[in-house]
């Protein structure tokens, strides 16, 4: 996994200026298992307050197209989590985030289409934690909420 010196080193070594505020972002992402938008700002307003929620998004943009970190597509909201180079699946929580790996699971690999070169898959299977399962409301889990994504 990726560490904050890495993510500062990178961030350097594109040109772009080491300042507080991207040590503690780095800091925070490396801290914690997801994060929303939201929690990085509440947590850095109190310690930046002149800090704004695009900076925060500006950062989380260009931390995702260096590869350093994932964006998670969750239907409570995007998270963001430091890049995992990973064989096993993981499962996602749609209510609190947590990421449970899962070891053993086989799945097929989809056909590429011709001229078309498969380097990496991935593979995300999101629902619910058994914490969050009693907070829901609707009984049994949609098949939205079961989905499997596949990115390429």
Not at 73 to 85: C, F, V
């Amino acid at each position: 996994m990726v560490t904050k010196e890495e993510i500062l080193h990178c961030l350097a070594e594109q040109g772009y200026k080491i300042t507080e505020q991207r040590k503690r972002l780095a800091q925070m992402l490396t801290e914690a298992d997801t994060l929303t938008p939201l929690q990085m700002y509440q947590e850095l307003h109190l310690i930046f307050p002149g800090m704004s929620y695009d900076t925060i998004y500006r950062n989380l943009k260009l931390l995702e197209k260096m590869g350093l970190i994932t964006r998670l597509r969750l239907d409570g909201g995007d998270r963001y989590r430091l890049y995992r180079q990973s064989e096993s699946l993981e499962a996602i929580c749609l209510g609190c985030g947590e990421t449970i790996r899962m070891e053993e699971l086989m799945l097929p690999i989809p056909v590429s289409p011709e001229r078309f070169q498969v380097v990496e898959v991935h593979v995300e299977l999101v629902g619910y934690c058994g914490q969050c399962q009693g907070n829901q409301t609707d009984s049994p889990v949609s098949d939205k909420e079961r989905r499997i994504r596949w990115r390429s």
